[in-house]
Nanobody
Framework: QVQLVESGGGLVQAGGSLRLSCAAS????????MGWFRQAPGKEREFVAA????????YYADSVKGRFTISRDNAKNTMYLRIDSLKPEDTAVYYC?????????????????WGQGTQVTVSS
């Protein structure tokens, strides 16, 4: 059974930083791509960032480039998302997801497994 568990969310002031974690268990070794998505209140869930597990190639939504950094720790089967210079518009539930292939990293329906989400709230 595959499990993805996010952690690290919380209430932060604008300008601050957070590091989100996504711990994978089960068949983590077979994931080729993992990603972060977020859903703000009243909005649809959107792509944030993705990483190819073997090569650590990274991809970002244009709206977060320069402030978000995705990374992974092979030994811990854990993916991270560091968010710097937080803005109120970053307030959302952040989800991690995983897929077995190296196809599209952008589309949500291409991912096979999802975490339960972690809330990030940025106060102004």
């Amino acid at each position: 059974q595959v499990q993805l568990v996010e952690s690290g969310g919380g209430l932060v002031q604008a300008g601050g930083s957070l590091r989100l974690s996504c711990a994978a268990s089960g068949r983590a070794f077979s994931f080729a791509t993992m990603g972060w998505f977020r859903q703000a209140p009243g909005k649809e869930r959107e792509f944030v960032a993705a990483i190819r597990w073997s090569r650590a190639s990274t991809y970002y939504a244009d709206s977060v480039k320069g402030r978000f950094t995705i990374s992974r720790d092979n030994a811990k089967n854990t993916m991270y998302l560091r968010i710097d210079s937080l803005k109120p518009e970053d307030t959302a539930v952040y989800y991690c997801a995983a897929r077995g292939g190296e196809g599209s990293y952008y589309y949500q329906n291409q991912y096979d497994y999802w975490g339960q989400g972690t809330q990030v709230t940025v106060s102004s």
